[in-house]
Nanobody, 129 residues
């Protein structure tokens, strides 16, 4: 049974940093595509970043240059390093996994929530101005 457990959320001031972690179990981690999503109150869940089994990454335009997705296959753990945080980054952040990854022109697509079948419970990130 696939299990994803996020940690590392919290409250920071604008310009600060946080690192989210997602511990995965119940499947062969290195063969899955992994992603980070977020959902702010009153808004739809949106893709933030994704990484495939080859290490290819993709990011939402709103976080490019500030967030970095990475993974440690030996630890079955996904990370999201978030720097230069802004109040608009405030949201519940979710880790997700799926066997499939989607590409366009050879580049990993930023996933939609419907592309992922397994989800963690979320971790709250709050950025104050």
């Amino acid at each position: 049974q696939v299990q994803l457990v996020e940690s590392g959320g919290g409250s920071v001031q604008s310009g600060g940093s946080l690192r989210l972690s997602c511990a995965a179990s119940g499947y062969t981690y290195s063969t899955y595509c992994m992603g980070w999503f977020r959902q702010a109150p009153g808004k739809e869940r949106e893709g933030v970043a994704a990484i495939d089994s080859y290490g290819s990454t993709t990011y939402a335009d709103s976080v490019k240059g500030r967030f970095t997705i990475s993974q440690d296959n030996a630890k079955n753990t996904l990370y999201l390093q978030m720097n230069s945080l802004k109040p608009e980054d405030t949201a519940m952040y979710y880790c997700a996994a799926d066997r499939k990854a989607y590409y366009s022109g050879g580049y990993l697509n930023l996933p939609a929530p419907a592309d992922f079948g397994y989800w963690g419970q979320g971790t709250q990130v709050t950025v104050s101005s």
